[in-house]
T-cell receptor, first 111, second 111 residues
């Protein structure tokens, strides 16, 4: 079954404690991206990757890092999370530049 | 001005009605357009791409008006299951790889 998986699905953490949200796709897609969704602001792109070892900033990259060492995986790293990063996060993959398929989401709360 | 704007709704229409919503975009260089559907607390799912000539998928029709810089979605014979938030997505805003989401239009179909 073609899918995008994210883990964890829910996470409550404290300010400053580094965390990683994993994203994996089994469709051999080249393009992957991360979004955050906040009430009233909609979905905003954090980072995207056109292929292995190729990543670029989206609209709201501050406070986030990504890596693309393998085609299937695109983890999102928060080195020092802050409360304003409390949000619903989605990973997405697509065979070419675009949005394509979303993962189920990760609800992150930073206290 | 937002790069992609949608009427947030909610649109509350009876089952069987026809409903349409528009989405305007600010960058005339935008290259591709999509409609996504998002159910409460779930990930967005691709509903349909929007082609220059307009396209139809069952009860759904999407149109693009480049001159006036808007896309539209028409739903005919609406079903209760059409209740969701509809997101307009524009690819290639101020940069070729940039993907911009509208904030979404909430649709509620009543029996």
């Amino acid at each position: 079954e073609a899918q995008v998986t994210q883990n964890p699905r829910y996470l409550i953490t404290v300010t400053g404690k580094k965390l990683t949200v994993t994203c994996s796709q089994n469709m051999n897609h080249e393009y992957m991206s991360w979004y955050r969704q906040d009430p009233g602001l909609g979905l905003r792109q954090i980072y995207y990757s056109m292929n292995v070892e190729v990543t670029d900033k989206g609209d709201v990259p501050e406070g986030y890092k990504v890596s693309r060492k393998e085609k299937r995986n695109f983890p999102l790293i928060l080195e020092s999370p802050s409360p304003n990063q409390t949000s619903l996060y989605f990973c997405a993959s697509s065979p070419r530049r675009g949005v394509g398929y979303f993962g189920p989401g990760t609800r992150l709360t930073v206290t | 001005r937002k790069e992609v704007e949608q009427d947030p709704g909610p649109f509350n229409v009876p089952e069987g009605a026809t409903v349409a919503f528009n989405c305007t975009y600010s960058n005339s260089a935008s290259q591709s357009f999509f409609w996504y559907r998002q159910d409460c607390r779930k990930e967005p799912k691709l509903l349909m791409s929007v082609y220059s000539s307009g396209n139809e998928d069952g009860r759904f029709t999407a149109q693009l008006n480049r001159a006036s810089q808007y896309i539209s979605l028409l739903i005919r014979d609406s079903k209760l299951s059409d209740s969701a938030t509809y997101l307009c997505v524009v690819n290639g805003g101020s940069s070729a790889s940039k993907i911009i989401f509208g904030s979404g239009t909430r649709l509620s179909i009543r029996p």
